[in-house]
C-alpha cells in the first residue's frame, strides 16, 4: 500500500525491508521500511511524534548499538555494503555518516578543539593542515566570522544558535558522505533557524542529507524528497511538491492538511 | 478563633519552633569552633613548625614529626585512593550503569562509607600489620585510603551521571571509540565535581583516628619511613589531650587548630569549585 518513489539518480543508502525493534519491545517500532536515498540531495522525514523517523535516522549510523540489546533486520546498502551487518566497522561507518543532534551538542573545550576534535581522532596532528581544515569546516558552516578571533574560547560561551553551526562545522570537517540531522532546529530561535536551513541547502552540493523534523514548513523548505511515515511504516516518499502537493496516499493527505499529528 | 487564624497560629509556632532548633544546633558548632580558635591560636608559635615531639617539661617541643607524619599519610591514602575511587565510578556510570553488578557495587559502597572507621583499622591490622609483624605508614595510608574510596567512587559515579547522554552520542558519531568519548568528552564535562569529590574525599580522612591508632600507630619522633610507626595529627592530638602535662594539652590544641583549618579549607575550596562549575 505504500507508495514509494523510484529515484532515477544515483543513491547514497538504499534501505530494504528493514525492521528495527527496540530491546524488550514485543513489536517492531520500524516494519518493513525500504526507501532509496537520493545522492547530493535532501530527504526529509516526516510524521507524527512516535512515528519512527528519528529511530529510522538513528538507524543509519547505527547509533542504537550504544544501547544493548535493539535488533536489527533487513538491509541498508551503503557503498555496496549492507551496514547492519554485525562485522561492519562502527567507528569507520560513523565517520562516513555524521550526525547533527536535536540540542545543540558543544563538547566542553574550546571552538578550535570541538571542530579538531572528528581530524584528531583520525590521527591527523599537523598543526597547518588542522589549521586549515578548521577554518574552511567553520566558513562552510557559515559561523567562522563570528567566531575567527575567539578560537581558543570555552564553545559553550556560544549562544545556541551559534553552537549548532559549531556542530555542523565539526561534522563536516570529517568530509562524510552523509549528513543525518535529527530536528535540528527545534531548540532554536526562527533567526537560527533560517541560517541551519540555508546551510542545509548549502551543504547538499557535497553530502547527502536526511533531515528528521517536525516542522511540515522546512521539510517542504529544505528538501527535495519527503517521506511521510506512521506508526512505524513509511507510508510514502516522493518529490517533496508532489508530496505536499498531490499526495498519493489518503493517510498523507490527512497528516499534511492537518487532520491530525 | 476562625480556622484561619488557628492555622496562622499554628505555623508561627512550628516556624519559632523549627528556627530555635537550628539556633541550638549552630550554637554548638560555633562554640566548638570559638574554643578551638582561642585555645588553639593562643598555643600556636614557630616552634610547633620546627621541633618534633618531647618529653614533658622541655621549651623545644613541637608538632613537626606529626604535621609532616600526616602529610605523608593523607597524601600516600590519596594516591592509593583517588585512582581507584575515580576508576570504580567511572566503571558503575560508563560501563555497569544499571547492571546487577553495578548496582551491588553501589550498594557496599554506600554501606561502607558508613561502617565505624575504628573496623577497617582493625581490618587493616589483620591483613597489613600483622604480616608484616610492626605498624607501618602504609598501613595507616591503606587504611585511609578505604574510606576515601566510597566517597570518591559516589561522587564520580554521581558526576559522571550528570554529563548528558547526548554530548556522549555526539562525540560517538564522530567516531570516537568508548575511551576516547570518556577521556575527552565526558572526564571534561565532570572535571569540577570529580576534584570537589576528591577534595572531600581526602577532607573525609584528613581528620580520621580510629582506623590509625592500630596501623600506623604515633610516634613522638620525626620519621619519613613508610615501613615504621608514623606520628599523625590526629593520634598525637589523642595522647596530648589525655596527658596530664599542661604543656603536652597546649600542644593537642594546636594541633587541633591547624587539622581542623586544614578540613575547613579542603571543604570550602571543594564547594566553591562545585559552585563555580553550576555557575558556567
Given at each position: 500500500m505504500a507508495s514509494i518513489i523510484d529515484i532515477k539518480e544515483e543513491c547514497a543508502l538504499q534501505v530494504r525491508n528493514f525492521d528495527f525493534t527496540y530491546k524488550g519491545a514485543s513489536a517492531p517500532s520500524l516494519k518493513k521500511v525500504s526507501m532509496p536515498i537520493a545522492k547530493h540531495s535532501v530527504t526529509a522525514l516526516i510524521g507524527p511524534s512516535g512515528c519512527g523517523k528519528t529511530t529510522l535516522l538513528r538507524s543509519f549510523n547505527r547509533m542504537h548499538d550504544l544501547y544493548p540489546g535493539n535488533k536489527y533486520e533487513g538491509e541498508i546498502e551503503f557503498e555496496g555494503r549492507n551496514i547492519l551487518d554485525p562485522k561492519e566497522d562502527l567507528i569507520h561507518l560513523r565517520t562516513k555518516i555524521g550526525m547533527i543532534f536535536q540540542k545543540?551538542?558543544?563538547?566542553?573545550?574550546?571552538?578550535?578543539?570541538?571542530?579538531?576534535?572528528?581530524?584528531?581522532?583520525?590521527?591527523?596532528?599537523?598543526?597547518?593542515?588542522?589549521?586549515?581544515r578548521?577554518?574552511?569546516?567553520?566558513q562552510d558552516a557559515a559561523i567562522w566570522k563570528e567566531v575567527s578571533d575567539r578560537l581558543k574560547h570555552d564553545a559553550n560561551g556560544l549562544s545556541g544558535g551559534q553552537q549548532?553551526?559549531?556542530?555542523?562545522?565539526r561534522a563536516i570537517a570529517v568530509e562524510p558522505e552523509v549528513l543525518l540531522f535529527d530536528e535540528p532546529t527545534s531548540a532554536l530561535d526562527p533567526i537560527s533557524t533560517q541560517g541551519i536551513e540555508k546551510l542545509v541547502i548549502e551543504l547538499k552540493e557535497r553530502v547527502s542529507i536526511i533531515i528528521v523534523t517536525h516542522n511540515m514548513q522546512q521539510a517542504a523548505r529544505v528538501s527535495d524528497y519527503t517521506g511521510f511515515m506512521y506508526l512505524g511504516d513509511l507510508v510514502e516518499l516522493g518529490h517533496t511538491e508532489e508530496l505536499f502537493v498531490t499526495p498519493k496516499e489518503k493517510l498523507t493527505q490527512e497528516y499534511i492538511t492537518g487532520k491530525f499529528g | 478563633m476562625t480556622a484561619v487564624q488557628k492555622r496562622i497560629i499554628i505555623n508561627r509556632l512550628a516556624l519559632a519552633f523549627s528556627t530555635l532548633s537550628a539556633i541550638i544546633a549552630l550554637a554548638f558548632l560555633f562554640w566548638i569552633l570559638g574554643v578551638l580558635v582561642m585555645k588553639g591560636m593562643s598555643a600556636l608559635n614557630w616552634n610547633i613548625f620546627i621541633y618534633e615531639g618531647s618529653p614533658p617539661g622541655y621549651a623545644e617541643s613541637g608538632l613537626k614529626h606529626a604535621l609532616v607524619g600526616q602529610l605523608i599519610l593523607v597524601s600516600l591514602a590519596t594516591v592509593i585512593g583517588v585512582p581507584l575511587g575515580i576508576m570504580a565510578g567511572t566503571y558503575l556510570s560508563?560501563?555497569?550503569?544499571?547492571?546487577?553488578?553495578?548496582?551491588?557495587?553501589?550498594?557496599?559502597?554506600?554501606?561502607m562509607m558508613s561502617a565505624p572507621s575504628i573496623v577497617i583499622g582493625a581490618f587493616v591490622y589483620a591483613v597489613v600489620v600483622m604480616p608484616m609483624g610492626h605498624f607501618s605508614a602504609w598501613a595507616g595510608a591503606i587504611a585511609l585510603a578505604i574510606i576515601m574510596i566510597p566517597v570518591i567512587l559516589r561522587t564520580t559515579d554521581d558526576m559522571l551521571q550528570l554529563v548528558p547522554g547526548t554530548l556522549r552520542e555526539a562525540a560517538f558519531a564522530l567516531g570516537a571509540p568508548k575511551y576516547k568519548v570518556i577521556i575527552d568528552v565526558v572526564y571534561r564535562g565532570a572535571k569540577a565535581g570529580i576534584l570537589t569529590g576528591v577534595l572531600l574525599g581526602i577532607a573525609r580522612v584528613g581528620g580520621e583516628t580510629a582506623p590509625l591508632l592500630f596501623t600506623s600507630f604515633n610516634d613522638n619522633f620525626f620519621t619519613t619511613d613508610l615501613n615504621e610507626a608514623m606520628p599523625s595529627l590526629t593520634v598525637t592530638m589523642f595522647n596530648y589531650a589525655i596527658s596530664p602535662y599542661d604543656d603536652w594539652q597546649q600542644l593537642g590544641w594546636a594541633a587541633a587548630f591547624i587539622l581542623s583549618m586544614f578540613i575547613l579549607g579542603l571543604n570550602i575550596?571543594?564547594?566553591?569549585?562545585?559552585?563555580a562549575g553550576k555557575r558556567k
Open positions: 545543540p551538542t558543544a563538547f566542553p573545550m574550546s571552538i578550535y578543539d570541538n571542530v579538531a576534535y572528528g581530524m584528531r581522532l583520525q590521527g591527523i596532528k599537523n598543526k597547518t593542515e588542522l589549521d586549515g578548521v577554518e574552511k569546516a567553520l549548532q553551526r559549531l556542530c555542523i562545522a | 560508563e560501563y555497569g550503569k544499571n547492571s546487577k553488578l553495578a548496582h551491588t557495587i553501589r550498594d557496599i559502597s554506600d554501606i575550596i571543594g564547594r566553591l569549585i562545585l559552585l
